[in-house]
């Protein structure tokens, strides 16, 4: 075996081993099940839609108790106390609205980032959610394992006796395909999808909104569904507090 195949064997064992530990960091365990309690609206709305998500749907919660309404050119403001609430996002965005305040910006406010990532880590260690930071550690590795791989090219290129195609396409490509792969799995795991589909097919949006009475079930329709629910059951707070996504001009 020639210098330059050593280099390029050596490289492609470090992207493998890589990718191995990002493989790793990706896995997450299954909750530990039994009699744990279902995730509340605001959990389900991250596990469908991510942290602006959660923060609609704790604003929905507070809009319904008053503690919160529409304010002026598509912002949401604070209208009393957060109420007889001991929900850590809810109270972490009622404690961000000092001012009037975008959806969008009111889910980068510090309290409310904090609340959302402690429900995060919750539904991390339920096996529902991958953690963020093994995420952000697993995509930089992911990201070092095909500059590992070219530099152990370049450099088996600038020896005598480099790597021949057959052996960098056989110790290359499945690992930039693994690379690949790992890249595209999504935030939530099989459990937390299998959970919102279940959830869906016992609770189908209904028609009209006159169908739902209770205000806890509008927040699981809101957290299930997103602008839909919303556009259905709040159409007024929705539209006017910036909590509908913008629509495209007509014709696009």
């Keep these: 075996m020639g210098t330059g195949t050593g280099w390029f064997l050596a490289a492609a064992c470090a992207a493998w081993a890589e990718v191995l530990v990002a493989a790793v960091l990706l896995r997450v365990r299954a909750g530990s099940g039994g009699d744990d309690a279902p995730p509340g609206p605001e959990a389900l709305a991250l596990l469908r839609g991510g942290r602006q998500a959660a923060v609609t749907v704790a604003l929905v919660a507070l809009h319904q108790r008053g503690a919160v309404a529409a304010g002026r050119k598509h912002t949401v403001r604070a209208n009393g106390g957060p109420g007889r609430t001991r929900e850590p996002v809810q109270l972490g965005v009622h404690r961000s609205l000092r001012n009037a305040l975008t959806p969008r910006a009111l889910a980068a406010r510090p309290e409310a980032r904090r609340a959302v990532d402690g429900l995060q880590a919750d539904l991390g260690r339920a096996g529902l959610l991958r953690p963020p930071g093994r995420r952000r550690a697993a995509r930089l590795l992911l990201a070092a394992a095909p500059a590992t791989l070219a530099a152990g090219l370049l450099a088996g290129a600038g020896a005598q006796e480099g790597p021949g195609p057959v052996l960098v396409l056989v110790t290359g490509a499945p690992a930039l395909l693994a690379v690949v792969a790992l890249l595209r799995l999504p935030p939530v795991t099989g459990a937390a999808r299998r959970l919102l589909s279940d959830l869906r097919e016992q609770h189908p949006l209904p028609a009209h909104r006159r169908e739902v009475t209770d ?36 014709g696009r």
Excluded at 226 to 249: C, E, I, Q, S, W
């Design 215 to 250: 205000g806890r079930l509008v927040q699981l329709y809101v957290a299930l569904y997103g602008d839909p629910a919303l556009a259905l059951f709040l159409p007024r707070f929705a539209r006017d507090g910036g909590l509908l996504a913008p629509r495209p001009p007509e």
